[in-house]
Antibody
Framework: VQLVQSGGGLVKPGGSLRISCAASGLALNSAWLNWVRQAPGKGLELVGRIRSKIDGGATDFTAPVKGRFTISRDDSKNTVTLQMDSLKTEDTAVYFC???????????WGQGTLVTVSS | EIVMTQSPATLSVSPGERATLSCRAS??????LAWYQQRPGQAPRLLMYRTSTRATGVPPRFSGGGSRTNFTLSISSMQSEDFAVFFCQQYDDWPFTFGGGTKVEIK
């Protein structure tokens, strides 16, 4: 299983950015795909997840990003995208996509993508 | 939200020595506890789940223990590749939460 991320970069506060996670060896419509972020020099923080198609495909978000971030899936490209709107300076972090054989902990991780929110 | 607290923040260990890391949960997590290792510039790597089950490919010098709110990760004899930051994660209740990490450095 390999998760490869793309996107991210530098954006001003209030702006939007998108990160994608493409999978090989894993059908993302059968997996719960999570987004985890790590602020510079800090620990890990779960941001949100999208459930597998068979489990309804709903999304869940943690309080700091609820209402600003959305997650979508493109089955034809086996890709999941994190759309980040109304970005704040405190959203600056490396963002990882992650999935597991169990939906609750994570065997597979993307390489990480840096998102910098700064004026 | 369950708060996970790891100690110590930094642990200095000589190669070949034993390292013991602690993780405490603000409420019981029923053994639903995982550990990850993160080397500089890399993504985390799953080491342990269900408190004490080693993930695929993890050597037996890594062991996990504990219950309810207090958990430990032990490395019986530190190898050069083991020096890294370690995080615990509870997955008993959403949102799943991580501890702040313990950095294990070379003494």
């Amino acid at each position: 299983v390999q998760l490869v991320q793309s996107g991210g970069g530098l954006v001003k506060p209030g702006g939007s950015l998108r990160i994608s996670c493409a999978a090989s060896g894993l059908a993302l419509n059968s997996a719960w795909l999570n987004w985890v972020r790590q602020a510079p020099g800090k620990g890990l923080e779960l941001v949100g997840r999208i459930r597998s198609k068979i489990d309804g495909g709903a999304t869940d978000f943690t309080a700091p990003v609820k209402g600003r971030f959305t997650i979508s899936r493109d089955d034809s490209k086996n890709t999941v995208t994190l759309q980040m709107d109304s970005l704040k300076t405190e959203d600056t972090a490396v963002y990882f996509c992650a999935a597991g054989d169990d939906i609750r902990y994570f065997d597979y991780w993307g390489q990480g993508t840096l998102v910098t929110v700064s004026s | 939200e369950i708060v996970m607290t790891q100690s110590p923040a930094t642990l200095s260990v000589s190669p070949g020595e034993r390292a013991t890391l602690s993780c405490r949960a603000s409420q019981g997590v029923s053994g639903n506890l995982a550990w990850y290792q993160q080397r500089p510039g890399q993504a985390p790597r799953l080491l342990m789940y269900r408190t004490s089950t080693r993930a695929t490919g993890v050597p037996p010098r890594f062991s996990g223990g504990g219950s309810r709110t207090n958990f430990t990760l032990s490395i019986s004899s530190m190898q050069s590749e083991d020096f890294a930051v370690f995080f615990c994660q509870q997955y008993d209740d959403w949102p799943f939460t991580f501890g702040g990490g313990t950095k294990v450095e070379i003494k």
